[in-house]
């Protein structure tokens, strides 16, 4: 079997995001696609993250947590309502239960998407970061995959 992937069809691993999915613009997140789920998940989670903001934040800034996605899932829509689909959300470092697009204070950034299918499906409250959920993840982790996109200041 081919390794997971996670792919967008609005930029290509370590290109530019485009600018709607900013948190000033519309604020939603990009369309993404799921290839090759391991037969053995039983869950997927995502986090979007920041590590370009440690120098001006002190951390990696999360951006968006989601968990229980099911692994049958292939696609992940613009402007995506994980409850809908049964998945759950975390709070990101906005303060907000969902998606947080980019804004970088101080230059471009580059933000990462992880994608990880699991052996589990993560029982954590909405307030969970992704420290939490890498948490409870760790020990069913399958496999991963990564996009990684940049956003300008």
Known sequence: MA???LTSPEFDDGERIPDR??????NVNPPLEIEDVPDDAES????IDDPDAVEPAGKVWDHWIVWNISPDRTTIP???DPSVDGAAEGTNDYGE???GGPKPPDREHTYRFKLYAL??????DSDAGADD????????LVTE?????TYPA
């Open 119 to 124: 052996e589990s499906s993560p029982a954590l």
């Open 78 to 80: 613009e402007d995506w």
């Open 21 to 26: 999915y900013g948190y000033d613009a519309d």
């Open 97 to 99: 239960t969902g998606y």
């Open 133 to 140: 959920l890498e948490s409870a993840i760790e020990d069913d």
């Open 145 to 149: 995959a990564r996009l990684e996109g």
């Open 44 to 47: 997927l989670a995502l986090v």
């Open 3 to 5: 390794d997971l992937t």
